[in-house]
Structures are given as structure tokens and as C-alpha cells.
């Protein structure tokens, strides 16, 4: 079975600085992994996604990820945060046929003015 | 092109009612997966249609099921509702839903109150 731990519940940065949201997962095989963002009120929004294609996964909103098999992580970053930023996200792992969507916790991101 | 649509987005039923949630997917998405997200129990798989078959299931008990029409359009029914299914359901399309290159895109979801 596949699964996902976010290891943080909430980050604040202020706006402008670097953002860092971090995901380890576990699989039995090689993983698709992605990143989804909920504003509120909002359904989810694909922002990445790993299939192994390249280890280092660029998003939409100036946002990507990094596949490290080695450490079982993929990261979120953004050099510069912006108030929009300000959701909640998701680390997601699919099942092997790709069907079934694993959700982590979830990390509420705040970002001061 | 239009994304995911749920109808309706909001919805207040009481104990022992039952519910039905309509889900329209992305022209030419073939499989539709149905998610709750409660605040305790974050997002769970429900269920997952494609072809009007359902091919995957989530843990959840029978009260909840689903079907899928020919034109791909999916409903979930909730019957004998509890408190505890107060939550968002939340509705995803995929063009076949499965395999590396496939992505499941979300609608924004219907909310769902029991009183």
C-alpha cells in the first residue's frame, strides 16, 4: 500500500521569501506523485506531477517539486511567496493502475504581508 | 474547455434522508472518482467509475454507492444518512483514469450538512 506523510500541519512565511512544504512517501513501486492546492471554499487544483520523467517537476505558479528516491521525499518550493499563495496543500500518491488517489494531511500556508 | 461541474454545491439534509450528488467530468474524461473530505478524516477515496463500471473502491460502508452514465455523467447516493457524512464530496475526472500520464482534475465540490 502506498502512502504520503506531510510533515508539517502548518508553515507560515512572509511574503517574498522562500516557501517549503515537505512530503515523504511510501510505495511498493515506482510512484506518480503529485501536488494539489485548495483555497477556501475551492475544489483542488493540480499544481505538479512526478511520473518519473525527470526528477525535478516544474508547476504552475512558479512552483516545483523534487523526486528524491533516495531520501523518499518530494518537496514543494517557490522562491518567492505571494499572499495568493495562501491554501491549503496536498501531497498526493496514485495507486500502481493509477486509479486511486492517496491525500496526505494537508499543509495550511500562510503568508504574512 | 469546461472543467468539473458537481451540482448541487451546497445541500442540508436531516438524519435518515437520503442524498444524491451529480458529478459532469471534462468532455471526454471517461472516469469520474468520487472523495470525502471531513476535517477529521482529511480526503478519502470513495469510489472510482469508468465506463459505467465501477472498478475501484474505498473504504466505506454500503450506504454509499455511485453509478455512471453513458455519457460519463456519475451520481454518488448517500442513503440513511448520519451526522458523521457532513462533508465535502468532492468529484475528480480523468481521461481514463489510470497509467503514468493520466490526471485526475476536481470539481469544487458539493457541500453536504446533516442536521
Known amino acids: 500500500a502506498q502512502s504520503v506523510t506531510q510533515l508539517d500541519s502548518h508553515v507560515s512565511v512572509s511574503e517574498g521569501t522562500p516557501v517549503l512544504l515537505r512530503c515523504n512517501y511510501s510505495?511498493?513501486?515506482?510512484?506518480?506523485l503529485f501536488w494539489y492546492v485548495q483555497h477556501p471554499n475551492k475544489g483542488l487544483q493540480l499544481l505538479l506531477k512526478y511520473t518519473s520523467a525527470a526528477t525535478l517537476v516544474k508547476g504552475i505558479n512558479g512552483f516545483e517539486a523534487e523526486f528524491k528516491k533516495s531520501e523518499t521525499s518530494f518537496h514543494l518550493t517557490k522562491p518567492s511567496a505571494h499572499m495568493s499563495d495562501a491554501a491549503e496543500y496536498f501531497c498526493v500518491v496514485s495507486d500502481s493502475s493509477g486509479d486511486k488517489l492517496t491525500f496526505g494531511t494537508g499543509t495550511r500556508l500562510a503568508v504574512r504581508p | 474547455k469546461a472543467g468539473v461541474t458537481q451540482t448541487p454545491r451546497y445541500l442540508i439534509k436531516t438524519r435518515g434522508q437520503q442524498v444524491t450528488l451529480s458529478c459532469s467530468p471534462i468532455s471526454g474524461h471517461r472516469s469520474v472518482s468520487w472523495y470525502q473530505q471531513t476535517p477529521g478524516q482529511g480526503l478519502q477515496f470513495l469510489f472510482e467509475?469508468?465506463?459505467?463500471?465501477?472498478?475501484n473502491k474505498g473504504n466505506f460502508p454500503g450506504r454509499f454507492s455511485g453509478r455512471q452514465f453513458s455519457n460519463s455523467r456519475s451520481e454518488m447516493n448517500v442513503s440513511t444518512l448520519e451526522l458523521g457524512d457532513s462533508a465535502l464530496y468532492l468529484c475528480?475526472?480523468?481521461?481514463?483514469?489510470?497509467?503514468?500520464?493520466?490526471?485526475?482534475?476536481f470539481g469544487p465540490g458539493t457541500r453536504l450538512t446533516v442536521l
Open positions: 475528480a475526472s480523468s481521461l481514463v483514469g489510470g497509467g503514468p500520464t493520466d490526471t485526475q482534475y
Open positions: 510505495s511498493s513501486y515506482s510512484p506518480s
Open positions: 467509475y469508468f465506463s459505467e463500471t465501477q472498478r
